[in-house]
Each structure stands twice: as C-alpha cells, then as structure tokens.
C-alpha cells in the first residue's frame, strides 16, 4: 500500500470489496454464457444482450428444463449488478443480494447446462 493510506481509505475500500468481488462474479457469470450461445448457436459474431441471453439460455431445453424461477433469480441479480456498475439515481433501487446468494442463483442457473458443450 501507499505510505500515505490512511485508515479511513481502508475503511471506504473494504465497503466496496463485497460489490466489486460481486461485479466480478457477474463478469465470469456472463462470459460462460456468452461461449454456450455461441457453441449452442455457431453465431460467433452475436451481440445480444444479456437479459436476452439469461431468457435464452433459459429456453434451452437441451433435455433439462430451467424454471422461470431460476431465470428470474438470476435477472434480480443482473438487476443488481447494472445498478452497482451505473449507480442511475432515475431507477429504483432493485433489492441487495450478497454474495452468497448471487453465486447459488448463478451457479444453479450453470448447472442446468449440459456438461460439455
């Protein structure tokens, strides 16, 4: 650390820690099913969106059915992820969700896809 880091800088980091570890959870989240659209489709080029993506990868039955239950579980957290990245004072405040509980919803939504793709 700097010389001249203070104990209030660290006490202002450690609050975001949990926020930014969640932002980079969300990112690996995203990229995993980014690479099983694109396996899934052999659209290499695609450019959807990731609430599209979440519903999509949703509807891939692929012999497992992923409930809607699941899906929006995962979107709260999507929600929440957007609102720690943008911080927009025009959106309602979507509910906290810890790290915990944002890496079961994701990975229960992982474990529905096949093993191999």
């Known amino acids: ?35 099983y659209h694109r396996r899934t489709t052999g659209d290499l080029g695609s450019q959807i969106r990731t609430r599209n993506l979440i519903d999509w990868t949703a509807g891939v039955r692929r012999g497992r059915a992923i409930s809607t239950d699941v899906r929006d579980d995962v979107h709260e957290v999507r929600e929440y992820r957007n609102f720690l990245v943008h911080e927009r004072d025009d959106q309602a405040t979507p509910a906290a969700v810890t790290i915990e509980e944002a890496r079961k919803r994701l990975n229960t939504l992982l474990h529905c896809l096949p093993d191999q793709w």
Do not use: K, Q
């Not at 450690?14 to 690479?35: D, K």
């Open 1 to 35: 650390m700097p010389r001249d880091t203070s104990p209030r800088d660290l006490v202002a980091a450690s609050g975001r820690v949990e926020s930014t570890y969640l932002i980079r959870m969300w990112a690996e989240f995203e990229t995993t099913l980014r690479s």
